[in-house]
């Protein structure tokens, strides 16, 4: 049984947001937090920036119909500070973002996007800028790849150099992410383990 998922390549259009030092908190409010599961999620991301006290839409570019089925988020530096919560990039991916390129990261936020197979790869600042702007005035309809194998990000005639740890590439590349996958594909192994654990009593 083959429960790996690997992910060499994304391809998709981008959303731009731009600004220094975003974090979870813009990314989605605490008070939408109050939750058992993540599911629904995503229509919360960037709430506060998008919608006024009357939820009246307002101009975001996740509120852009250019940007509409966008999997690729791109940011500036020291995304996703502050909160060490899961809950923002749950929301990201459950908007429909599948990998995010930005001038850095804050590390518990790429970690957790690591853990739900969401890559945060980094960029120079130059390239980001032009990217952004790409995205939102040149051509937002434009589909680009990400090829995590080569650690390059290639989009109308262009290609850019991106950086991610290279443990961390590793894995999705792979597709040794997928944790529960890895567990379930080596499911005699797993049963012996678990049954050599005191703690862990009648696992099927």
């Given at each position: 049984m083959k429960?790996?998922?690997e992910m060499p390549q994304i391809a998709g259009k981008a959303v731009p947001v731009r600004g220094d030092d975003i974090d979870t908190d813009r990314i989605i409010p605490a008070r939408f937090m109050?939750?058992?599961?993540?599911?629904?999620l995503g229509k919360y991301a960037f709430y506060d920036a998008r919608f006024d006290e009357m939820g009246r839409a307002k101009k975001h570019p996740f509120n852009d119909p250019k940007h509409k089925g966008a999997v690729f988020l791109i940011v500036n530096r020291n995304f996703g500070s502050g909160s060490s919560r899961e809950h923002a990039p749950q929301a990201l991916k459950r908007f429909g973002i599948k990998a995010i390129i930005g001038e850095s990261f804050a590390e518990i936020f790429s970690g957790n996007c690591q853990l739900l197979g969401m890559p945060c790869v980094t960029a120079g600042a130059e390239d980001i800028r032009i990217l952004q702007d790409f995205a939102e005035?040149?051509?937002?309809?434009?589909?680009?790849?990400l090829n995590l194998a080569d650690k390059k990000l290639n989009?109308?005639?262009t290609s850019i150099a991106v950086e991610i740890p290279e443990e961390r590439r590793k894995t999705l590349v792979e597709g040794s992410w997928?944790?529960?996958g890895?567990?379930?594909?080596?499911?005699d192994k797993t049963r012996k383990k678990v049954a050599e654990l005191p703690y862990i009593k009648n696992f099927k």
């Open positions: 429960m790996k998922s109050k939750t058992v599961t993540f599911e629904g005035k040149e051509d937002p309809e434009a589909i680009l790849n989009y109308n005639d997928n944790t529960l890895l567990l379930v594909s080596a499911l």
